[in-house]
Structure formats: structure tokens, C-alpha cells
């Protein structure tokens, strides 16, 4: 026998979830007596709140028939129905995203979708929503197509980075085969070496050895920098170094390796 050990509101707060849910399906008793084997007195007494400790085997078939979980409908538990049971690690970070400000969530989401890129889906295939890159590179004939990313990484103060789309450009196959995607360059505090509007050639890593040429991510803020070790640094001198700390939001994104001239107007 089930018995949730009280009876008035307690016994009524479950009769009214499982008539809740039989009205948003709209069955009759009759239908629900049908679908889940219970008989029709009885369960008409156990919906009238009549019956103050039905069967354990009658009530869980009610809840089979109306696709409730018997935690639910006997105790009102949320249903999980990702069917997730996070760790005190996972349930710490969730804390700490919860108490960062609108920028600190930005840059934590954007750390997201690039890290999600490397991470297997379903079934062992890779994920379709890369966060750098959307297909593998294709070669036809003396050309070679990789995907343009259409918002500027910053050269200049820094502009957000995210996976905002992309569109296929075709390029030289000589151009340097560790290219995965490419972008567009906005800013000039790395001239001379680059210029505002030119297309850099990105392989995808994470990481780049110091004065390597890398795309970063810094606190939600996309940038073209010279690695330092600890800092961002420009190669115009007018801008000065900007410094990664340990309570910076960093990742990067990939390895410099050509360029493409912007088109004069």
C-alpha cells in the first residue's frame, strides 16, 4: 500500500497534480482508466481525494498514463528531464556563473562555445556548432575554401569575438595549408605588419608559444595580439601592452599564420 504518511492538503496536493496534468491532456477517467489499467471505481475514488493510501502499483500506473514521475506527482520534485545529476563541481560553477555581472557571464559563454568545439557529440562525431570553425577546409584545384567569420577581431581596443556566423571565401591553395578559417582584421595597432581590413589566416589551437601572433579572447573582448607570457602586446608602439591576470577570462583561439591584403578602394 502506498501511503505518504498524512492526509487532507497533503493527499490533495497530489490528486490536484494528477488532475492538473489529465486536464492539460484532455482524457476523461474513462480514457485514463483505459490507458493505465486501473479500474474505474478506484480510480475515480483516488481523483475524489476519497482514497488516503492507494496502491503503490495503481498510482504509479496512473502516472505512467499521464507521463508524470511518481516523485512528482507525490511530492511535487521538478522533473529532471535532461535527466542530469551535476557533481559539487558542477554545481559550484553554476554558483560562481550566477554571481558574475552581465560581461563576466558574456566572457564565460564565449569560453563555452569555443572549448564545446572540441568536444565529441552523440555517437563520437564531432559537433556541428564549432565554435571557430564549421567545416574542414576544401581544395579545388588551385584554390582552397575555409570559412570567413563576419565579425572583425580587433586590432584596435577590442571587439567581441563569438561565433556570429560565418561565409565561405576561396583563397590561394599555396596559402599556408595550417589555415582552418579566416578574419577579417579592424583596427591598426598592429601595423605595419597588418593593416585595418586585412584577412588573417587562423590556425585553429589553443595556445601559441610566446611572440607568436595569436586571436584571443580576453574578458568577452576578441583581439590580434603578440603573445607576451602575461600580457597582449600591440606592434604599433602607440598602444600599450595589455596585461592577462589571473582573474582574467582568457582563451585563445588560434595561431596567426598568413594574410591577405585588404582590396585598396
Not at 9 to 35: C, F, H, P
Not at 45 to 54: Q, R
Not at 234 to 251: C, E, G, K, M, Q
Request: glycine fraction near 10%; aromatic fraction near 6%; proline fraction near 6%.
Amino acid at each position: 500500500m502506498f501511503n505518504n504518511g498524512t492526509k487532507g492538503d497533503k493527499i490533495m496536493d497530489y490528486v490536484s497534480r494528477l488532475k492538473t496534468r489529465k486536464a492539460e491532456l484532455g482524457m476523461t477517467n474513462e480514457q485514463l482508466s483505459a490507458v493505465s489499467g486501473v479500474p474505474m471505481g478506484t480510480l475515480s475514488k483516488l481523483l475524489a481525494g476519497m482514497n488516503d493510501s492507494p496502491k503503490l502499483g495503481n498510482l504509479t500506473a496512473i502516472c505512467q498514463a499521464l507521463g508524470l514521475s511518481l516523485d512528482f506527482a507525490v511530492y511535487g520534485t521538478p522533473e529532471n528531464t535532461h535527466n542530469y545529476t551535476l557533481t559539487t563541481d558542477e554545481i559550484s560553477l553554476i554558483e560562481q556563473y550566477r554571481s558574475l555581472d552581465a560581461r563576466g557571464q558574456k566572457a564565460v559563454s564565449l569560453l563555452i562555445q569555443h572549448e564545446a568545439g572540441y568536444a565529441p557529440a552523440a555517437g563520437g562525431e564531432q559537433s556541428a556548432h564549432r565554435a571557430i570553425r564549421l567545416s574542414p577546409p576544401k581544395t579545388v584545384r588551385n584554390q582552397r575554401t575555409l570559412p570567413l567569420y563576419h565579425l572583425p577581431v580587433s586590432a584596435g581596443t577590442g571587439a567581441y569575438l563569438e561565433d556570429s556566423g560565418a561565409k565561405p571565401i576561396t583563397i590561394p591553395a599555396e596559402a599556408n595549408p595550417a589555415a582552418d578559417f579566416v578574419l577579417r582584421i579592424s583596427g591598426n595597432s598592429m601595423e605595419p605588419r597588418f593593416n585595418d581590413r586585412d584577412l588573417l589566416l587562423v590556425e585553429q589551437t589553443d595556445s601559441v608559444s610566446e611572440g607568436e601572433v595569436g586571436i584571443f579572447i580576453l574578458d568577452g573582448e576578441g583581439y590580434v595580439k603578440v603573445w607576451g607570457g602575461d600580457r597582449l602586446i600591440s606592434l604599433n608602439p602607440a598602444y600599450a601592452p595589455i596585461p592577462v591576470t589571473s582573474a582574467s577570462s582568457f582563451v585563445c583561439c588560434g595561431r596567426v599564420v598568413g594574410r591577405m591584403k585588404a582590396k585598396q578602394k
